[in-house]
């Protein structure tokens, strides 16, 4: 069966014409004109296995698609005739799986979509999408006393912590060791869904309670019956929204849109956010009532650089995930990944690791390359350096490159430099083909061999 990939652009001639591509490389193509239309696809429960997103687009850009897809598996390649260094590094920290600059070639696209559709399969099957706690630091251990308190109850928990701490991870290991293991887990991202669709999707609707209600909807609190409902990024919830979902906390019952009376929900709550929910209340944004009814049962999950020593049991269990458990960490690389300060947590060290596990060669990972890699935002930057491995980047020369186009140069040049200028393994190493990087090795006036 062929790997499906959505096409994501406003441009219709753009999509046709990768529609003829992308078919001659064997995948099955499916489309969406906006944004507005990718995230259905995407949140799916068949979502695609990779996506071309355009940055670009009228309405709902490229940006807000990775900030909305929520929980998507879909690995995304985002692309555009706009590129700006700048740009890229804000996809990449939405979990962007790569970055290309329109016009593409088919001969780098084809190569990079498989790659992309590899690392998912890769991922299911080893079983690693299943949320796990790695480490066992005293902050760690703090939380573990903390989901064993709080497993066996009722109660409603709230996690706080940085984007990438793991708060998921921390809802689902509540509800597995809680007496509702039996029954759904069901997640809702409140920063994916349109602030007009919020309490349908929460406590669902009538047939034509409003247009485009064309039939009955249970709504996550009944969808979630007898387990636990996790609403992410709480902070997002509509002020108006807010007192019905008091409401529901503390009488366990909704009203459906439309509907003329009120249904029993069993189920419990536990909610999470990366902002100051107290720094809402006082600027008008979050009511102070709800914030209290949430503080009975918080906790805070601590970000990377204040549990340093998880980092290496991390490092390996990802490694693991990324299909690249073979791969051995030398002791400058251990000493890189333990003196960085991960402002992107586990989601960051994920995303070096991939990129690391690309450019290793033979079975080790060493200092510079992790080096290179945490430095390097997106592809990887020729001019970067950091004073120490692994803290803030800074660049070597003010002509610091600016395009994409300077920055693909740059980082062929690095990955050509580091090989010894073979081409044949710098080829493997960029993921594309020797005649693809011998003609842009040409194009730079660089003798490609």
Same mark, same amino acid.
């Given at each position: 069966?062929?790997?499906?990939?959505?096409?994501?652009?406003?441009?219709?001639?753009?999509?046709?014409?990768?529609?003829?591509?992308?078919?001659?490389?064997?995948?099955?193509?499916?489309?969406?004109?906006?944004?507005?239309?990718?995230?259905?696809?995407?949140?799916?429960?068949?979502?695609?296995?990779?996506?071309?997103?355009?940055?670009?687009?009228?309405?709902?850009?490229?940006?807000?698609?990775?900030?909305?897809?929520?929980?998507?598996?879909?690995?995304?390649?985002?692309?555009?005739?706009?590129?700006?260094?700048?740009?890229?590094?804000?996809?990449?920290?939405?979990?962007?799986?790569?970055?290309?600059?329109?016009?593409?070639?088919? +001969?780098?696209?084809?190569?990079?979509?498989?790659?992309?559709?590899?690392?998912?399969?890769?991922?299911?099957?080893?079983?690693?999408?299943?949320?796990?706690?790695?480490?066992?630091?005293?902050?760690?251990?703090?939380?573990?006393?903390?989901?064993?308190?709080?497993?066996?109850?009722?109660?409603?928990?709230?996690?706080?912590?940085?984007?990438?701490?793991?708060?998921?991870?921390?809802?689902?290991?509540?509800?597995?060791?809680?007496?509702?293991?039996?029954?759904?887990?069901?997640?809702?991202?409140?920063?994916?869904?349109?602030?007009?669709?919020?309490?349908?999707?929460?406590?669902?609707h009538k047939r034509g309670a409003f247009t485009g209600a064309t039939a009955d909807r249970l709504g996550l609190f009944r969808e979630a019956r007898g387990g636990t409902?996790?609403? +992410?990024?709480?902070?997002?919830?509509?002020?108006?929204?807010?007192?019905?979902?008091?409401?529901?906390?503390?009488?366990?019952?909704?009203?459906?849109?439309?509907?003329?009376?009120?249904h029993d929900v069993d189920v419990r709550i536990i909610a999470a956010t990366n902002r100051d929910l107290w720094d809402q209340v006082q600027e008008g944004r979050f009511?102070?009532?709800?914030?209290?009814?949430?503080?009975?049962?918080?906790?805070?999950?601590?970000?990377?650089?204040?549990?340093?020593? +998880?980092?290496?049991?991390?490092?390996?269990?990802?490694?693991?995930?990324?299909?690249?458990?073979?791969?051995?960490?030398?002791?400058?690389?251990?000493?890189?990944?333990?003196?960085?300060?991960?402002?992107?947590?586990?989601?960051?060290?994920?995303?070096?690791?991939?990129?690391?596990?690309?450019?290793?060669?033979?079975?080790?990972?060493?200092?510079?390359?992790?080096?290179?890699?945490?430095?390097?935002?997106?592809?990887?930057?020729?001019?970067?350096?950091?004073?120490?491995?692994?803290?803030?980047?800074?660049?070597?020369?003010?002509?610091?490159?600016?395009?994409?186009?300077?920055?693909?140069?740059?980082?062929?040049?690095?990955?050509?430099?580091?090989?010894?200028?073979?081409?044949?393994?710098?080829?493997?190493?960029?993921?594309?083909?020797?005649?693809?990087?011998?003609?842009?090795?040409?194009?730079?006036?660089?003798?490609?061999?």
């Open positions: 069966m062929s790997a499906r990939v959505l096409v994501v652009d406003d441009d219709h001639a753009f999509r046709f014409a990768m529609r003829k591509a992308l078919t001659r490389l064997k995948f099955e193509v499916l489309e969406a004109a906006s944004g507005e239309e990718a995230l259905p696809h995407l949140r799916s429960e068949e979502p695609p296995e990779a996506a071309l997103l355009d940055l670009r687009m009228k309405g709902m850009d490229g940006l807000e698609v990775l900030r909305r897809r929520g929980s998507s598996p879909t690995r995304i390649v985002v692309l555009t005739g706009h590129g700006s260094v700048e740009a890229a590094v804000e996809a990449m920290q939405l979990g962007a799986f790569s970055f290309l600059e329109k016009p593409v070639d088919a +001969d780098v696209l084809g190569p990079l979509l498989r790659q992309a559709v590899a690392d998912g399969a890769r991922e299911r099957e080893s079983g690693d999408d299943t949320p796990r706690l790695i480490g066992e630091s005293l902050p760690m251990a703090e939380v573990r006393k903390f989901i064993q308190t709080v497993a066996p109850t009722d109660e409603t928990v709230t996690a706080f912590g940085e984007t990438g701490t793991g708060k998921e991870v921390v809802a689902r290991t509540i509800h597995a060791t809680s007496a509702r293991a039996d029954g759904p887990f069901v997640a809702m991202n409140a920063a994916c869904v349109p602030g007009e669709l919020f309490e349908s999707e929460l406590f669902g409902l996790f609403i +992410d990024e709480l902070g997002e919830l509509p002020i108006d929204l807010q007192p019905k979902l008091l409401r529901a906390l503390e009488t366990r019952r909704i009203r459906p849109v439309g509907d003329s009376k009120e009511r102070e009532d709800l914030y209290f009814r949430l503080q009975v049962f918080p906790v805070r999950l601590p970000p990377l650089r204040e549990r340093r020593d +998880d980092i290496l049991p991390l490092t390996r269990h990802l490694l693991h995930r990324v299909g690249a458990a073979d791969l051995e960490l030398d002791s400058g690389a251990q000493k890189a990944l333990v003196a960085y300060d991960w402002p992107g947590n586990v989601r960051e060290l994920l995303n070096v690791l991939r990129r690391a596990a690309l450019f290793a060669e033979g079975n080790a990972l060493d200092g510079s390359l992790i080096g290179r890699m945490i430095a390097a935002s997106v592809f990887g930057h020729s001019g970067v350096t950091s004073e120490r491995p692994g803290m803030k980047a800074t660049t070597a020369t003010d002509a610091s490159p600016k395009s994409l186009a300077e920055v693909e140069r740059a980082h062929i040049e690095q990955v050509l430099a580091s090989l010894d200028g073979n081409i044949t393994k710098a080829a493997v190493a960029l993921g594309i083909d020797r005649r693809t990087l011998q003609r842009k090795l040409r194009s730079y006036g660089i003798d490609g061999g």
